[in-house]
T-cell receptor
Framework: NAGVTQTPKFQVLKTGQSMTLQCAQDMNHEYMSWYRQDPGMGLRLIHYSVGAGITDQGEVPNGYNVSRSTTEDFPLRLLSAAPSQTSVYFC??????????????FGSGTQLSVL | DAKTTQPPSMDCAEGRAANLPCNHSTISGNEYVYWYRQIHSQGPQYIIHGLKNNETNEMASLIITEDRKSSTLILPHATLRDTAVYYCIVRTRGSTLGRLYFGRGTQLTVWP
């Protein structure tokens, strides 16, 4: 198993550009989520999904869209990039949403710079 | 889900035990304590979790106080590779993982 795969690893955008960060998992996990990490801020939850066709907002959803058309994929879309979205983005997944012993598996991250 | 408080940084000599505290004074009876760590530039990694009893696995031990208002993660023989940010998280049993907030964690530095 490849686990959680994020692409690209690095991306530079200009203000106003749009792009999609890709996240795929091959573990048949129901739950997937996106976090962003800024210096001194820890990890902040952007959006999450508890299954195909179901998404919800986390702490910092503004400026981001998600969809979950398949179990495997959970892309994160930046509609109009802003310098404030410069960050490292992590995708995470888990087998289910509600079990008491669930572990999150994280991807290796995407470093995004918006100029 | 209850919030947690951790010291921003700690250090430890290689080979010694690293004891990382976490305060979760508002924890409720059905909330689990989870620990993750993040080595520089990598995605976070699950370490251990528990509800009431102390837990041990191949990575660490988790000691939860009797009143459950605090816990300690113990790395029994810290190595340089244990240098990382450690996150203590509580989550309600059966709650959505979407509410799993990480906070800022504790930066553990292991020195030779």
């Amino acid at each position: 198993n490849a686990g959680v795969t994020q692409t690209p690893k690095f991306q530079v955008l200009k203000t106003g550009q749009s792009m999609t960060l890709q996240c795929a998992q091959d573990m048949n996990h129901e739950y997937m989520s996106w976090y962003r990490q800024d210096p001194g801020m820890g990890l902040r939850l952007i959006h999450y999904s508890v299954g195909a066709g179901i998404t919800d907002q986390g702490e910092v959803p503004n400026g981001y869209n998600v969809s979950r058309s398949t179990t495997e994929d959970f892309p994160l879309r930046l509609l109009s990039a802003a310098p404030s979205q410069t960050s490292v983005y992590f995708c995470a997944s888990s087998y289910s949403n509600s079990a008491t012993n669930e572990k999150l598996f994280f991807g290796s991250g995407t470093q995004l710079s918006v100029l | 889900d209850a919030k947690t408080t951790q010291p921003p940084s700690m250090d430890c000599a290689e080979g010694r035990a690293a004891n990382l505290p976490c305060n979760h004074s508002t924890i409720s009876g059905n909330e689990y304590v989870y620990w993750y760590r993040q080595i520089h530039s990598q995605g976070p990694q699950y370490i251990i979790h528990g509800l009431k009893n102390n837990e041990t696995n191949e990575m660490a031990s988790l000691i939860i106080t009797e009143d459950r208002k605090s816990s300690t993660l113990i790395l029994p023989h810290a190595t340089l590779r244990d240098t990382a940010v450690y996150y203590c998280i509580v989550r309600t049993r059966g709650s959505t993982l979407g509410r799993l907030y990480f906070g800022r964690g504790t930066q553990l530095t292991v020195w030779p």
